[in-house]
């Protein structure tokens, strides 16, 4: 997936075929910003990636352990209960 402009007309406002000096057109963020946001929305749903969502008592958890070895999991296989929050 991509913006559907190259870099260099996102970085400059306009292809690099002439003199950086010549260049100061502003492409349309607003398109490139909006296209953007469609494909991350995308992404997220092909990876299932849910919204933000605040813990509450009882949740199960996976918390992160620290990295031992090459081979140790980034995070306990065994899943936890929440007990208690930080601000809660």
């Given at each position: 997936m991509t913006t559907?402009?190259?870099s260099a007309e996102l970085l400059f406002g306009s292809n690099i075929k002439v003199l950086l000096s010549e260049v100061?057109?502003?492409v349309e963020d607003e398109q490139v910003r909006t296209r953007d946001?469609?494909?991350?929305q995308y992404a997220d749903i092909g990876n299932c990636v849910r919204p933000n969502s605040p813990l509450h008592f009882a949740?199960?958890?996976?918390m992160k352990q620290p990295k031992t070895d090459k081979l140790c999991p980034a995070y306990n296989p065994?899943?936890?209960s929440v007990v208690k929050g930080k601000y809660s």
């Open positions: 559907g402009r190259p100061f057109i502003r946001s469609e494909q991350k949740d199960t958890v996976f065994a899943s936890m």
